[in-house]
């Protein structure tokens, strides 16, 4: 089967762990992600310099990523279109999102778009270099976040495929994600981890929620691409 006819549309064959890893590796994001992390990874080691700080500030992203994933997919991949001076303003990341939540099943629309996360970098690696007092230090937190992204690439991509979950953790992760795309849009936020959710109040018993029509339009009438 061709990669094309593996990643769009409806998958025709079932998905095994070994077949996902590599047909991840045929989208430009987790290539994106993941030089970015050896680069980082790289880097700090490289430094050295290694205080207690490397290990809080690891430790305060993994705490604060449910959060990060939240707020994400809450206030930018669900944003609607909006107008300013009569002009309307279609956010690139948004109107993917849509398509996404269209064709759950289409794997091509899994992927964190690669224009936008080429735009978001430079963003990133400027607030690290704000915030964070020394070099070695700006790169563990970048290296941290690479990593922490690419967790989050993986783990979205796994779930839309048709791969069996072998493990409690990731069945939790699946219904968890599957909820939200085909039970109601404004649940069920996290996709690497469901911490953001269940603190926010976001993971309701889904028994107690009726099904949403709105969870393929994410409540926007005009077609997206």
Known sequence: MSTTSETRGKQKERMTLPKAFRTLWTHPSPWVLAIGLVTCWSVRITLGEWLIWDALILAGLVAVWPFVEWV?????????????????????????????????????????????????????????????????????????????????????????TNYRAKTRFYKRLWRHHRLHHFKHEENWFGVSTTMGDKVLGTAPNFREIETSPNCRTLGVNNPVE
């Open 72 to 160: 994400i997919h809450v206030f930018v991949l669900h944003m609607k279109p909006f107008q300013i001076a009569g002009k309307t303003v279609d956010l690139h990341l948004s109107s993917k999102h849509r398509a996404h939540h269209q064709d759950p099943d289409d794997l091509t629309h899994v992927f964190i778009p690669i224009r936008s996360l080429l735009i978001s970098l430079p963003f990133y690696f400027l607030v690290a270099w704000l915030v964070m007092p020394t070099t070695p230090l700006m790169f563990t937190a970048l290296a941290g976040l690479f990593t922490m992204g690419i967790i989050y690439e993986w783990c979205h991509f796994l779930i839309h």
